[in-house]
């Protein structure tokens, strides 16, 4: 069965960084887009950025400029780098893989990140 399980997560001071880490099994990794969303309190989960099996990024339009995505397929581990992070990027970050028909199918359990001083 596919299982996509995250890591990383943690308490940070606003301005400062964290690395998430996904690992990916029971999927082709190498043929499947990977995505990041996040869902804090009381609002709806959104998509912070997203990976084709090429290498092509999709970021929201607040996180660019302060996240990357990127990923291995030697190890099936997509990351999202997360820097200059503020109050507002706290919340539960979750990993997806988008299945052959394109919907966002699999998600991870997620990790939380807070970012207070």
């Known amino acids: 069965q596919v299982q996509l399980v995250e890591s990383g997560g943690g308490l940070v001071q606003p301005g400062g960084s964290l690395r998430l880490s996904c690992a990916a099994s029971?999927?082709?990794?190498?043929?499947?887009?990977m995505g990041w969303y996040r869902q804090a309190p009381g609002k709806q989960r959104e998509l912070v950025a997203s990976?084709?099996?090429?290498?092509?990024?999709m970021y929201s339009q607040s996180m660019k400029g302060r996240f990357t995505i990127s990923r291995d397929n030697a190890k099936n581990t997509v990351y999202l780098q997360m820097n200059s992070l503020k109050a507002e990027d706290t919340a539960v970050y979750y990993c997806?893989?988008?299945?052959?028909?394109?919907?966002?199918?699999?998600w991870g359990q997620g990790t939380q990140v807070t970012v207070s001083s």
């Open positions: 997806s893989a988008r299945s052959i028909s394109g919907n966002w199918a699999y």
């Open positions: 990976i084709t099996p090429g290498g092509s990024t």
């Open positions: 029971g999927i082709t990794f190498s043929d499947r887009t």
